[in-house]
């Protein structure tokens, strides 16, 4: 692959990141108002709870992306990039689609079943994160990945904006207009995105059945090696950190001081937004100047230095601290990975990829559910625990050696 092809897939690349971060981000300030303010036989299914309901479907997503990261990103090693990314997002498309056909029909069980079918396809976020694994060289690793990252954000700054601005013409609305986004991001990767898996694996193996990949060869399967093992942990550990802040920094903001819905918007959008100027501008001061290892431990560090000081921010410091947090965890977001990649070279990128994905989506299911007994004392005690956790995730890492191998 040439520089100039390698740069059109980029970009195309970074396109569909953002049209899918947004799509899977779109609905999100649907849901809470739907459940809370309208009453029908979609939000009290069954005579239950609204409140459980929607529990219940915020926790039916990320366990799709949890099966769905665990062997899209390894299916793509061996039936090429290209391939499983269109497949997946037609079948993010369809359940977009059918999730307007079920809000419309006011049909629970098929919103749930939608839900959940569209995070097992958007597990394809391992495939974009390979993507740019594989486009080094011509291009530098560091710089796609951080590009990817910064992608991310921004999808996930521009997808509740769109929504909340759909919101009032009616839930269905928001779906309807990720569908035509997806229908959009397989038209793109058909005519623009090369293929950028050109490994003897894919030549090799294409004859394998989904099931295999499935129950053989899916990304857990990368835990036998003694090394990765050790890799898994500070993921595990790191990403259990940053969902203890994701998850409960809203909270413990309405507790500490009262946040509006439209302030804790704000802030968020403030976070992002330095997020994507850590990926695009930092990071790669960052990894010249300290390397990679270093400064994923030094970030790792200050991030869960900052949520210890949760105990003393105020309010005014509290919107300081949150863009210096957004920059900690752009760094050793995109740090860890491209040190994974670099270290285990030797292994298909698309399956290492998935397990990274996989690891965040299951921390994120883990987290929901400590987290949340923790904050019964006090949302603050999560967001500590989460610090904890990070400082475990560095203390592993410390005693990780760049020569170890599989």
Known sequence: MTEQQ???????????????CAGIALPYPILAPLFLNEVNSFTNFAGIEPKLLLGFLLAVYPLGLLIGSSFIGAASDIYGRRKVLVITLIFSALG???SVWALLSENFLLFALTRFITGISEGNIAIAKAIAIDLSPPLDKTRNYSLVSATTYAGWLLGPVIGGLLQPHGAHLAFLVAAV?????IVVVYFYLGESNRSKNQQKDTHLSIRRVLYQNNSFTLLKHKSIRRLFYVFLFSTLATNAYYEFYPLWLVESFNFSGPNIGFITAILTFSMILGS?????????????????????????SMMFVHFYLSESASWFAYVFIGVTIAIYNAMLPIFASEQFSD???GKLMGLITTTFSLSNVLMAIIGSVISLYGSVYSIIFGGLLMLIAV???HFIRPEQST
Do not use: D, H
Request: proline residues 2%; without cysteine; glycine residues 4%.
């Open 6 to 20: 390698a740069k059109r897939s980029l970009y195309t690349l970074l396109l569909i990141v953002l049209l899918s």
């Open 96 to 98: 977009y689609l059918l």
């Open 280 to 304: 695009v501008y930092l990071l790669p001061f960052v990894k010249s100047k300290m390397g990679l290892v270093s400064g994923s431990k030094i970030s790792m560090l200050l991030f869960a």
């Open 181 to 185: 986004a997806m229908l959009f991001a």
């Open 347 to 349: 292994v298909s990128q």
């Open 395 to 397: 203390l592993i890492l």
